[in-house]
């Protein structure tokens, strides 16, 4: 079992529209939960960070569930600048590095 | 300040040759660290490093080397170049430490044929 598994989509979604990514992780230890995203051909970059209380930027909402393991994603009112790839990641064990998920695709279609 | 920098953009090597891989920071990180990225396979850490002087291995570290003599650099070495080792390499970096947000460089494309 991966230790962070992603649905890989892709998601089509309209301009608009509301999509929402989850993401499970194993290592019930993981401290840390991150959103990245990957443009195509791209380096990774902070979306923004998970804490277990929810959290919210813009248009963007990220929930933990420490119990059920799994973390999400709401984006509402897609843009076209939206479409990339989200990567879920967590801290991995000792907290030596970070876990990436193998990314969930969205692409926004006008 | 221009982050994280890697070099070259694009490599293509012959099997078995040896080649390194560039990477340096300018905000004073302590903690830096090299991925490869291959298709439906998601980042996987190669090496990592604490500090100056201080390196470990990653999940996928065969094949690979590394050093850190300054807290700016840390270069990634190819000993042997094999085929499987075709990926996009990410060179990152952390003010916090490996369990916090990182930086990443732009990556290198390296084929082996």
């Known amino acids: 079992r991966k230790e962070v598994e992603q649905d890989p989509g892709p998601f089509n979604v309209p301009e608009g529209a509301t999509v929402a990514f989850n993401c499970t992780y194993s290592?019930?230890?993981?401290?840390?939960f991150f959103w990245y995203r990957q443009d195509c051909r791209k380096e990774p970059k902070l979306l923004m960070s998970?804490?277990?209380s929810g959290n919210e930027d813009g248009r963007f909402t990220a929930q933990l569930n420490r119990a059920s393991q799994y973390i999400s994603l709401l984006i509402r009112d897609s843009k076209l600048s939206d479409s990339a790839t989200y990567l879920c990641?967590?801290?991995?064990?000792?907290?030596?590095?970070?876990?990436f998920g193998s990314g969930t695709r969205l692409q926004v279609q006008p | 300040n221009a982050g994280v920098t890697q070099t070259p953009k694009f490599q293509v090597l012959k099997t078995g040759q040896s080649m390194t891989l560039q990477c340096a920071q300018d905000?004073?990180?302590?903690?830096m660290s090299w991925y490869r990225q291959d298709p439906g396979m998601g980042l996987r850490l190669i090496h990592y490093?604490?500090?100056?002087?201080?390196?470990d291995q990653g999940e996928v570290p065969n094949g690979y080397n590394v050093s850190r003599s300054t807290t700016e650099d840390f270069p990634l070495r190819l000993l042997s170049a094999a085929p499987s080792q075709t990926s996009v390499y990410f060179c990152?970096?952390?003010?916090?430490?490996?369990?916090?947000?990182?930086?990443f460089g732009p990556g290198t494309r390296l084929t082996v044929t």
């Open positions: 990152a970096s952390s003010a916090g430490g490996g369990a916090y947000e990182q930086y």
């Open positions: 905000m004073n990180h302590e903690y």
């Open positions: 490093s604490v500090g100056a002087g201080i390196t």
């Open positions: 290592n019930s230890a993981s401290q840390s």
């Open positions: 990641v967590v801290s991995g064990t000792g907290r030596r590095a970070l876990t």
């Open positions: 998970v804490y277990s």
